[in-house]
């Protein structure tokens, strides 16, 4: 049988005995493709089989041929990942928060991996980000019967942005891909769960009366943790894994020179945006003060050392107070969206909220906007133009209270016209016409309101 090896070696041409057309083949991934090049001329089956290879090759690399392999030492998503991982984690080291760095190690872990992990990061196309969502959205709905938060899909989205930016930066990757989502509408805007002033006296009254008389002796304790967070959360605007993080050193009792009254001064050293600091409201006091004389703690206990959030939770369902008008779960955090809807409803700087709760303007403006209509000035937005006395238009009426024909107008205008020429005789008959010089807020004889 004559054979003949091109592209060194790669591609291999033989005839068959008896057969017309040279033959091609050649492996690829433990693989062996064979074709016909229908060319009988050696020449001619050379360039054929060349071509054949290289169009081979391309498909290869596209994932046309099946199973992926490394091409000239591509790089998998999964080598990106643990490279984003190690990063990460050494990188912000004490500049963002445990849990949120261990979050995403999650999401990267528990779903990017199993997903994209075999993929060559050339592959991770935006095609392949969306059947990645609705991979996502089909299994939470088959394990737990609904879909997944928003929320959730946004914060896997940026583990993955981050994870290919980190590709990126070790040249593995030349570009991103587009991430946006498709056929999506633009975000309505939902205020948060919080509590009115009326629903948030029922839930002290409840965790009060609960603290006083727990259904069984040995809940005293957690009875009464749960009433002083609630009040300690509402009157400081804390994140509830801020509160959980809290010790006792980090809180002391002040006197505000500019209040006059006893506040707390808290220093959020492990906060979401690391650290920070807060000024309570008056009402926080008391229950720090209680919280000392409950537990005599050291320096370095936590304030909060157990979760009060599942007895929490049963409070809320007693009292009808689980879901607000919106259907939206109320939790712990809503406490926090509480503190701030008080304090625009009394008028508060919005800046100045921002920068004690340790987020933005912006944020705070997007999901609170409803209680920001407390704090618009109405005389300084319902401000009209002064008319002067050259641009009002007289109204005229005629003596039966009827507006004027246009005729009637016509014949007026002229009587008056003429009584101003030198030497003109007066009208002998007083127009039928009144002139009215103002109907702002009232409304015209016979005709209907005038709006001006």
């Not at 409950?294 to 809320?316: A, E, H, I, M, Q």
């Not at 009808?320 to 008008?325: A, I, R, T, V």
């Not at 926090?336 to 921002?354: C, K, N, P, V």
Request: hydrophobic residues 35%.
């Amino acid at each position: 049988m004559a054979r003949h090896d091109i592209l060194q070696g790669k591609v291999q041409l033989y005839k068959r005995p008896g057969g017309r057309y040279w033959q091609c083949s050649t492996s690829f991934a433990g693989r062996q493709h064979r074709a016909t090049t229908k060319k009988e001329e050696l020449a001619q089956a050379e360039d054929f089989a060349e071509d054949w290879y290289l169009e081979l090759r391309g498909k290869h690399k596209r994932g046309e041929l099946g199973k992926l392999e490394r091409v000239a030492g591509e790089r998998t998503f999964k080598d990106a990942a643990q490279q984003f991982l190690r990063e990460f984690e050494v990188i912000t080291h004490g500049e963002r928060n445990e849990t949120y760095v261990e979050c995403h190690k999650r999401r990267v872990n528990k779903y990017l991996i199993p997903f994209f992990g075999k993929m060559l990061l050339s592959q991770v196309t935006s095609g392949k980000i969306v059947e990645y969502r609705i991979w996502r959205v089909e299994q939470t709905k088959a394990k737990a019967g609904k879909l997944p938060a928003r929320s959730t899909l946004h914060q896997e989205s940026v583990a993955l942005r981050q994870t290919l930016k980190a590709a990126m930066r070790h040249g593995w990757l030349s570009h991103l891909p587009d991430m946006t989502e498709p056929y999506r509408k633009n975000d309505k805007i939902s205020h948060r769960a919080w509590f009115s002033p009326e629903e948030y006296r029922q839930l002290i009254e409840a965790t009060r009366r609960r603290a006083a008389a727990p259904l069984k002796k040995r809940w005293k304790w957690e009875c009464e943790q749960l009433h002083d967070y609630v009040l300690f959360l509402a009157n400081t605007g804390l994140r509830p894994d801020e509160a959980a993080r809290l010790e006792y050193r980090d809180v002391s009792i002040v006197d505000d020179a500019a209040t006059e009254q006893r506040i707390l001064e808290i220093e959020v050293r492990h906060g979401k945006r690391g650290t920070g600091y807060c000024k309570s409201m008056p009402g926080a006091v008391f229950p720090f003060e209680r919280l000392v004389a409950r537990n005599t703690p050291k320096l370095s206990d936590r304030l909060f050392p157990k979760v009060v959030s599942g007895l929490l939770d049963k409070v809320l369902r007693e009292l009808s107070l689980k879901f607000d008008g919106l259907g939206q779960p109320r939790t712990a955090y809503s406490l926090r969206h509480t503190y701030i809807s008080f304090r625009l409803m009394e008028g508060a700087d919005i800046y100045q909220i921002a920068k004690n709760c340790r987020t933005s303007v912006e944020m705070i403006e997007k999901y609170y906007a409803s209680h920001v209509k407390n704090r618009l000035d109405t005389a300084a937005i319902n401000v009209v133009k002064a008319r002067s006395k050259k641009d009002a238009e007289p109204i005229m009426v005629g003596a039966d209270g009827k507006l004027p024909t246009p005729k009637e107008k016509l014949s007026v205008g002229n009587r008056h016209s003429r009584a101003g020429q030198k030497g003109a005789k007066a009208p002998t008959k007083a127009p039928s016409l009144v002139v009215l010089k103002s109907f702002k807020g009232k409304r015209r004889p016979g005709g209907a309101g005038v709006r001006d």
